[in-house]
């Protein structure tokens, strides 16, 4: 009769053991949800297949905001040129709409998680000299986006 009452307390507890076992102590939980791509996924994806890259929904992070005179860069990392980058990029006219569609300033984004629809692609980006090209380069991957509709905070 004390065989069969413990029984089911030995299997629950063998379970909670064999659990703890998968996952390290106080190992935060997944935050990626089936379907995104990160930015690690995109670099690796882009750098498989150069001409089609990868199209989807990206999740990331803002580690940096740029802004040249002629493009918007969010980044996934703070050195946009980090080989696991993701930087996604908006014509600098899209400014203005990006910034009312995310109801807050470019500056603002660092630190926040962002969903972005398009196709990552690796790019190449050659390294100047007194703004002539050097002959070395190097290779970033980059999602272009055409309408900041398709730039959203993740949930």
């Not at 106080?26 to 997944?30: I, L, V």
């Not at 989807?56 to 992070?61: A, E, K």
């Not at 660092?110 to 969903?115: D, E, K, T």
């Given at each position: 009769?004390?065989?069969?009452?413990?029984?089911?307390?030995?299997?629950l507890s063998a379970g909670c053991a064999h659990q703890s076992a998968m996952t390290a102590p106080?190992?935060?939980?997944?935050t990626v949800t089936p379907g995104w791509i990160t930015p690690a996924e995109a670099v690796f994806a882009a750098n498989e297949d150069p001409q089609r890259g990868i199209s989807?929904?990206?999740?990331?992070?803002v580690k940096n905001t740029d802004v040249t005179e002629d493009r918007i860069y969010l980044n996934s990392e703070r050195d946009y040129r980090h080989q696991l980058a993701l930087n996604v990029s908006l014509d600098v006219a899209q400014r203005e709409a990006l910034q009312?569609?995310?109801?807050?300033?470019?500056?603002?984004?660092?630190?926040?998680?962002?969903?972005?629809?398009?196709?990552?692609?690796?790019t190449t980006i050659a390294f100047t000299h007194d703004g002539k090209p050097s002959g070395k380069y190097y290779f970033q991957t980059q999602l272009q986006v055409s309408d900041p509709r398709h730039v959203r905070f993740a949930p």
């Open positions: 009769m004390r065989v069969a009452l413990l029984l089911p307390l030995l299997l106080n190992a935060p939980m997944p989807g929904t990206f999740v990331f992070t009312k569609q995310l109801g807050m300033p470019l500056e603002y984004l660092v630190n926040r998680r962002l969903l972005v629809q398009g196709t990552a692609r690796r």
